[in-house]
């Protein structure tokens, strides 16, 4: 049974920094593609960072809003991925989930992912 648990929410004040972690279990995160999404209230997620997997092209991707703050990362011997978040704001306010999908291309559609964890709340505020 493949199980992803996300950790390292919390709330910060607004330019501060968290590391979200993902542990996956059930299957071997460096052979597929992992993305982190962002939920709030009355949308839809939204890929936020993705990562290609072993098989594929190193490509990683990051939502416009958060390039150049954000950075997706794996430690393969740890069956992790992490996304580091720098210079928080507000509007980065939101429940963030690990997805995985079955494949080792990125993919930034989140009705492609076939495994998702629980996610980790994100507040932002002063």
């Known amino acids: 049974q493949v199980q992803l648990v996300e950790s390292g929410g919390g709330w910060v004040q607004p330019v501060g920094s968290l590391r979200l972690s993902c542990v996956a279990s059930?299957?071997?995160?460096?052979?597929?593609?992992v993305g982190w999404f962002r939920q709030v209230p009355g949308k839809e997620r939204e890929a936020v960072s993705c990562v290609s997997g072993r098989d594929s092209e190193r490509f990683t991707y990051y939502a416009e809003p958060v390039k150049g703050r954000f950075t997706i990362s794996r430690d393969n011997a740890k069956n992790m991925v992490y996304l580091q978040m720098n210079n928080l704001k507000f509007e980065d306010t939101g429940v963030y989930h690990c997805?995985?999908?079955?494949?080792?291309?990125?993919?930034?559609?989140?009705?492609?992912?076939?495994?998702w964890g629980q996610g980790t709340q994100v507040t932002v505020s002063s």
């Open positions: 059930g299957l071997t995160l460096e052979h597929y593609a």
């Open positions: 997805a995985v999908v079955i494949k080792s291309s990125v993919v930034v559609d989140p009705y492609e992912y076939h495994y």
